[in-house]
């Protein structure tokens, strides 16, 4: 439970239970959303519906129980667990005469909170004014509007076109700065990629101790705390699995069910660390009644941003708060699929130490290449780092290579010459 101080903004909470699954979120995860973000829930407000409504998203009738409770409770604001239309969010402020805010809001409010580094706060305010944008027109409902042509046009219209203006510019501003963090975050991906430490990322959904693990593996004092987003700044720690296995491991951003568009975009640069890894640790909370589904979810965005080739173990956290024994469970290859472990007490650490180093000794890898004639940079790249085996010219002027690299390695290698589509032969 997080302890919020006395003067918290209070908030009357809406909850709507769709018989479709499209909509449907889950009302724990909306509860732990708000404590998260420094909200006092005065009120929870949940009803049964097919699908939402058109002006209000929830029936007028429930809107009057929620104009009820705003009073009851002197309430400061309505949060909806669901991501709402700019319309349907100006009809409920008009309505309701209280802000409202939808469940993209307050996920894009608590990273403005919890971001540290200077690109983490470049990418927060990009997404939320990205995101703003689509709503501009709700802060400037109390200017009168005047009908008319040229010369008659209401302070409220003009206002609105130069708060389009100035967001444009910020928007552009922002990405032209994320663009120079960018190409230094490539070129750091590029020296890991050149050198034979392997790279490993932990992924999963948020508050399941990814932080925590990461500490664990690697003696850094990285913030983890009970809540959700807890770290958003991606961190990088050498650390070396016992004996002798040197590795980069890297931290990443919690995902979330139904994260959104302008999160995933704005946080791009940062989660392609996870696409250039050469192992995922994907950490789950062994006690989440609710963790198939997040499993799907977090594989889901790690589809979304083109790290699906990269092969994973499933860590299985928590095992100590559920009195679970530690364990390994492997695939039908005989490689380690499921580790049971404790990050806080350290159970099972061995067993993910050698689950993690099956992987890395088996991660070298006979590929054959069919390569163009423009891939001379790459050709010249896998030979400087010594893993070509042998080479055939072909008819069309390129050449028929076969290496031995670690298929995640190959990929950077690939993406990072132009040639993504090159063909790949296991």
């Not at 100035?166 to 230094?184: A, D, E, F, P, W």
């Not at 799907?296 to 708060?321: L, S």
């Not at 054959?368 to 423009?374: D, E, H, I, M, S």
Request: glycine share 6%.
């Amino acid at each position: 439970m997080i302890d919020l101080p006395p003067d918290s903004p209070r908030a009357v909470l809406v909850h709507i239970n769709f018989r479709s699954g499209q909509f449907t979120e889950e009302l724990d995860e909306f509860l732990e959303l708000v404590a998260s973000s420094g909200v006092s829930a005065v009120d929870t407000i949940t009803c049964s519906k097919d699908v939402p409504h058109s002006r209000y998203f929830i029936g007028e009738g429930k809107v009057d129980d929620i104009r009820q409770s705003i009073t009851a409770h002197a309430a400061d604001l309505v949060i909806f667990n669901h991501a709402i239309t700019p319309a349907q969010e100006r009809n409920l402020e008009q309505a309701l005469d209280c802000r409202v805010i939808d469940r993209v809001e307050l996920i894009l409010d608590i990273f403005a909170q919890r971001a540290r580094s200077y690109e983490g706060k470049l990418q927060v305010e990009l997404a939320q004014l990205q995101h703003l944008s689509t709503r501009l027109i709700r802060g400037w409902t109390h200017l009168e509007r005047q009908k008319g042509g040229i010369g008659l046009r209401g302070p409220g219209e003009t206002q609105l076109e130069t708060d389009r203006r100035l967001i444009g510019k910020r928007i552009k501003n922002i990405n032209n700065r994320l663009q120079k963090v960018r190409s230094q975050r490539q070129q750091s991906a590029k020296q890991r990629t050149g050198s034979s430490t392997p790279v490993i990322s932990l992924v999963g959904y948020t508050n399941v101790g990814k932080s925590t693990l990461f500490n664990r593996l690697s003696g850094a004092d990285v913030y983890a705390a009970d809540k959700l987003f807890a770290t958003l700044d991606p961190t990088l720690r050498r650390f070396t699995i016992p004996p002798a296995t040197d590795v980069i491991l890297t931290d990443t951003v919690g995902f979330i069910r139904h994260i959104p568009h302008d999160l995933i975009e704005a946080f791009h640069a940062t989660l392609e660390e996870t696409r250039h890894s050469d192992l995922l640790l994907h950490v789950i909370d062994a006690g989440d009644p609710d963790r198939h589904a997040h499993v799907e979810q977090v594989n889901e965005v790690i589809q979304q941003i083109g790290a699906a080739h990269v092969p994973q173990i499933e860590v299985y956290n928590k095992i100590d708060q559920q009195d679970l024994p530690a364990r390994v469970e492997t695939d039908d290859r005989g490689l380690p699929h499921r580790v049971w472990i404790s990050a806080q007490s350290g159970q099972g650490l061995e067993m993910l130490y050698d689950s993690m180093r099956t992987y890395l000794a088996d991660r070298i890898e006979r590929h054959r290449l069919n390569l163009p004639a423009t891939a001379g940079k790459l050709r010249a790249k896998l030979f400087d780092i010594g893993v070509v085996e042998n080479e055939q010219l072909t008819d069309q002027g390129g050449w028929l290579m076969d290496v031995y690299i670690e298929t995640p390695r190959l990929y950077r290698l690939c993406n990072e010459s132009g040639l993504p589509d090159v063909e790949l032969q296991l």
